[in-house]
């Protein structure tokens, strides 16, 4: 199956800074990307997604980038506030519509 | 979005037991998936519940182990069978509207503790 990897594992800004969670996938047939958040003892909640035919989509202070020719995705979260601290998963799909998601990255935002 | 009801939410076990995990969607999905949550760690596809047919398992998952039912459109279950420790861990249904790279939703998971 498909192997997503995600980097950094953690990560911790100060209030305003950006953050920037980048993640890589093997397989070239997957063609959406998602970005799920998922706060202490909550489910994974999907917070901006992107296909392949599409190189970047911006949601207010969240933008996610893919570059298939390299296979790698990132998502980039502006004027970071404390309320964005949880943990990221990146992940990638297939036509089989199996998802398979990276390791995480637990992101902090210090006030 | 779907409406996703799993449970139990939370159970503790004895070790060699099975306990089954019932999912209920508020209306019909095509994809329905099974996904487990080891404390700190990613989400791991466990299988692919297929209405009226066997389940698809991702390799390192057995039949035997998590035996899997999807008897329509908006219910599935997963039994963690034969439990040990290392079972332990947070089970999450998720489901799909469409078919090839729509967005996938999740239950709010079954944390099991195997003692």
């Known amino acids: 199956g498909e192997n997503v990897e995600q980097h950094p594992s953690t990560l911790s800004v100060q209030e305003g800074d950006s953050a920037v969670i980048k993640c890589t996938y093997s397989d070239s047939a997957s063609n959406y990307f998602p970005w799920y958040k998922q706060e202490l003892g909550k489910r994974p909640q999907l917070i901006i997604d992107?296909?392949?035919?599409?190189g970047e989509k911006k949601d207010q202070r969240i933008a996610v980038t893919l570059n298939k020719t390299a296979k790698h995705f990132s998502l980039h979260i502006t004027e970071t506030q404390p309320e964005d601290s949880a943990v990221y998963f990146c992940?990638?799909?297939?036509?089989?519509?199996?998802?398979?998601f990276g390791t995480g990255t637990s992101l902090t935002v210090i006030p | 979005s779907a409406v996703i009801s799993q449970k139990p939410s939370r159970d503790i076990c004895q070790r060699g037991t099975s306990l089954t995990i019932q999912c209920q969607v508020d209306?019909?999905?095509?994809?329905m998936f099974w996904y487990r949550q080891q404390p700190g760690q990613s989400l791991t596809l466990i299988a692919t519940?297929?209405?009226?047919?066997?389940?698809?398992?991702e390799s390192g998952f057995v039949i035997d182990k998590f035996p899997i039912s999807r008897p329509n459109l908006t219910f599935s279950t997963l039994t963690v069978s034969n439990m040990s420790p290392e079972d332990s861990s947070i089970y999450l249904c998720?489901?799909?509207?469409?078919?090839?790279?729509?967005?996938?939703?999740f239950g709010e998971g079954s944390r099991l503790t195997v003692l």
């Open positions: 992940a990638a799909s297939t036509a089989g519509n199996q998802f398979y």
């Open positions: 998720s489901v799909g509207r469409q078919v090839n790279t729509g967005e996938l939703f």
């Open positions: 992107i296909r392949s035919n599409v």
């Open positions: 209306s019909q999905v095509t994809m």
């Open positions: 519940a297929n209405q009226g047919s066997e389940a698809t398992y």
